[in-house]
Nanobody, 124 residues
Framework: QVQLVESGGGSVQAGGSLRLSCAVSGGTSSRYCMAWFRQAPGKEREGVALIGSAGGTWYANSVKGRFTISRDNAKNNAYLQMNSLKSEDTAMYYC??????????????????WGQGTQVTVSS
């Protein structure tokens, strides 16, 4: 059973940075597409960033140039480095994974495994 556990969320002022981590257990994460989604209160969950097993990445336009997704296959971890944070980045952030080595579109139905989420709050 694949399990994902996020960490690194917290409260930060606008312009600050946070680094989220996702620890993967129960599977060979090096072969998975890893993803970060977020959900703000009253809004749908949206895809933020994806990284395939070969390292190819995708970012939502709203975070492009500010967020960086990466992975450490030796540690079975994925990361989301978030810089220049804005109040509109406030949300619960979820790590997700799919067993396909390439990344499908960033919609919830395409990702089989999910973490419980970590809260990010950005104050202006």
């Amino acid at each position: 059973q694949v399990q994902l556990v996020e960490s690194g969320g917290g409260s930060v002022q606008a312009g600050g940075s946070l680094r989220l981590s996702c620890a993967v257990s129960g599977g060979t994460s090096s072969r998975y597409c890893m993803a970060w989604f977020r959900q703000a209160p009253g809004k749908e969950r949206e895809g933020v960033a994806l990284i395939g097993s070969a390292g190819g990445t995708w970012y939502a336009n709203s975070v492009k140039g500010r967020f960086t997704i990466s992975r450490d296959n030796a540690k079975n971890n994925a990361y989301l480095q978030m810089n220049s944070l804005k109040s509109e980045d406030t949300a619960m952030y979820y790590c997700a994974a799919d067993s396909r080595t390439w990344c499908p579109a960033a919609t919830m139905s395409n990702y089989r495994y999910w973490g419980q989420g970590t809260q990010v709050t950005v104050s202006s």
